[in-house]
Each structure stands twice: as structure tokens, then as C-alpha cells.
């Protein structure tokens, strides 16, 4: 008896061992905190129309690029902004773009992140996702770049 009970003793052990090699619920979440709350900023200020805001999300030198059934579009810093600007000026309806979904990878300096949104346009929805690199400043995360597309 007492053979089987130092035996289920160092199984046991060995589970609670194991158990804590594996990655931790919440673990990886836990260090992207700072980017989720970067890309969730970018989201709401461009929903609020809160241009300088969105603008500001931008590093300097960032570039644009959507990809339009298969084909990349690139655009410079300047004219996208231009661009978004324009849309919220020229529409008829409330637009709000939110994140759905967030894929997070990065060290200390970069990051990169998957986001999958949705756009509501009055009663139209689009769905798409767009891929950052950012880079971390003095100032907090900056997009270095950013490819997007709609479904």
C-alpha cells in the first residue's frame, strides 16, 4: 500500500511538473497588453473621427499598401491620411470600424499584428483584416506599415 501511494505521489508531481511547462492562460495576452491597447486606440480614433489622433498612430516614414484583388496598392503616409480624411468628410453615414479579432507578435522593439475588423457603414458591413509592423518609439508604438483588405 504503501508502494501505491509513493507511486500516485511522484505521478501527481510529475503532472503538476508538466502542467506548468505548458504555456499559461493568459500568458501571451498578458505581454501584448500594450499593443492591444495601441491597435484598439487606432481603431476608435479613425471610428471618432478623431483624424489627428489616427494620424498620430502613424510613424513618419510609414507606408500603405491594400490589396485589391491580388494587386498592391501603396500609397505614402501623406496621401492615405489625405484619403481617410475624405471619407469621413464626404459620407452620408456614420462610419465605425472595430477590431474583431487580434494576432500578436513581438519583442521588445517591433511587433507585428494580424487584426481582423469590421466596418459599419450605415446598414453595409465589410469585414477584412489588416496586418501591422509597428516599432516601438519614446513616444509608444508607431505603424511602420500596414497591408489591409476587405473580404
Known amino acids: 500500500m504503501r508502494f501505491v501511494l509513493q507511486q500516485l505521489a511522484l505521478a501527481f508531481s510529475l503532472l503538476l511538473l508538466l502542467a506548468g511547462c505548458g504555456p499559461q492562460e493568459g ?5 501584448d497588453a500594450d499593443v492591444r491597447e495601441f491597435l484598439t486606440r487606432y481603431f476608435s480614433t479613425w471610428s471618432a473621427k478623431d483624424m489627428d489622433g489616427y494620424g498620430a498612430c502613424f510613424h513618419e516614414q510609414a507606408r500603405v499598401v491594400f490589396v485589391h484583388q491580388g494587386t498592391p496598392l501603396s500609397q505614402g503616409l501623406t496621401d492615405f491620411l489625405h484619403g481617410q ?11 465605425k470600424e472595430v477590431p474583431t479579432d487580434m494576432k500578436i507578435l513581438r519583442d521588445e522593439r517591433t511587433a507585428q499584428a494580424s487584426v481582423r475588423w469590421k466596418l459599419t457603414k450605415g446598414a453595409d458591413v465589410t469585414l477584412g483584416t489588416d496586418c501591422f509592423t509597428l516599432i516601438k518609439t519614446p513616444a509608444g508604438w508607431k505603424i511602420m506599415s500596414l497591408v489591409f483588405y476587405n473580404d
Open 27 to 31: 500568458a501571451a495576452n498578458a505581454g
Open 85 to 95: 480624411k475624405l471619407s469621413h468628410a464626404t459620407t452620408t453615414v456614420p462610419m
